[in-house]
């Protein structure tokens, strides 16, 4: 257990120092851009968020494996580009498309902002990050990811209380995204090719990557939806308010991904003493996280809200609560999905589910949109969460039960 703490320290010390800069930067962008302008911000967030994830493609999971199981440098490198090769080509295509989608949810008049937010936020899909938790080496997170995008940030603040324009925290933030990523390749892949000559090749090792790349898309097509439904689809005070609870929503998945990777190898350790106790270790830690962050956002996420925007928008009670719910599944369904079944290679049952979740999420979202009703957009995300967790919670427990028990289980 000893393990699980000191990577849950550095895994998660790096992430929440990522968050709370940002997080100061809210009330600024707030204040000059309005209730209307923040649900559309927020919008250019999310679409972001789903643009890192095609580009993250499946290389967030299967990556750091591959690192982890290399024997030398050289290996190593060769799995980074290998990476970098597939990204570019996907970099071509995803983001003109997060351009385009960007332009058509957001109110007109704050279009041009929400698509520099959403490709500032998706090139965090070129991150190295994977690779440097493979590594099992928070230092390398913290000098090629979090640090220059927490300078990015705090360098800025005052151009945005000056300037009251947002392009300066965006460019800023992709300068800074572009920079670290040419020193890390200089470092742990020099002279390597990135460009992908041999487009074919490449082509190969994406679709190789098809299952566990599903999953992360269509568990991200539901969590990236709520705000753009609701830019599209209701009054600006209505999408305001779902924006700001989808906000602190977003921020406390911090957490989820911190607990995650900081179980997850200890979890798999090959040669482990009790995988059944240390696998149930990790299903109760998520599990009291979820109830904890529910009862948190419920409660506090109203005043919070209110205070981080600014007072232009502000989350109601019945939004967090929903938000809750949803933090409450995800949570829980965690370590089923990243320590038991993808694992066990049943790749294709969470595919299958993640799937299902999403079809029946989006739709509740929409019909909720159509209908001008945002509680219930949230609320079709909490159904998409709850709907997977259910679905994987008994094969999770069969693969755990199949764990023979050592003496310290006993």
Known sequence: MKTVLLRLSGFTVLPLLS????????PVISSF???????????GQAIGTFAATVLMWGWNVDGP???????????RGKVYLRSMRTRLLLLALVLPASAVVAALVANPAFRAEAIAMSWAVGIAG???????????????LAIYDTVPRFIATAAA?????WTHQLWFYTGLLVLASIVSLVIFHRTFSPGGQWVPRDVRSAMRELASQGRTAGISLAGNAYASTPTPIATASTAPAASGSLATADTLYRFGLF????????????????????????????????????????VVLTLAGPFVSSLLFAGKAQATTELCFYYGLAFLFLSAST????????????????????VVSALLGVAAMVWSGTSGNAPGIALGMALSEAVLFLALLIPGFKIVNTERPSHADK
């Open 33 to 43: 851009v309005g209730g209307e302008g923040i649900s559309s911000v927020i919008s």
């Open 65 to 75: 494996v591959a690192v982890a199981r290399s024997t030398s440098a050289a290996d």
């Open 19 to 26: 968050l709370v800069t940002p997080l100061l930067l809210i």
């Open 157 to 161: 603040a005052p151009l945005l209380l």
């Open 335 to 354: 370590p089923f999905i990243r320590n038991l079944l993808i694992p066990a290679g049943q790749q294709q049952l969470v595919l299958l589910w993640t």
């Open 255 to 294: 957490t989820v991904v911190a607990l995650g990777n900081a179980f997850q190898g200890w979890t798999l350790e090959h040669g482990a003493a009790s995988h059944r106790k240390r696998h149930l270790a990790a299903i109760c830690a998520h599990a009291a996280l979820g109830v904890l962050g529910a």
């Open 126 to 140: 070129m991150s190295p990050s994977w690779f440097c938790i493979g590594l099992g080496q928070p230092r390398l």
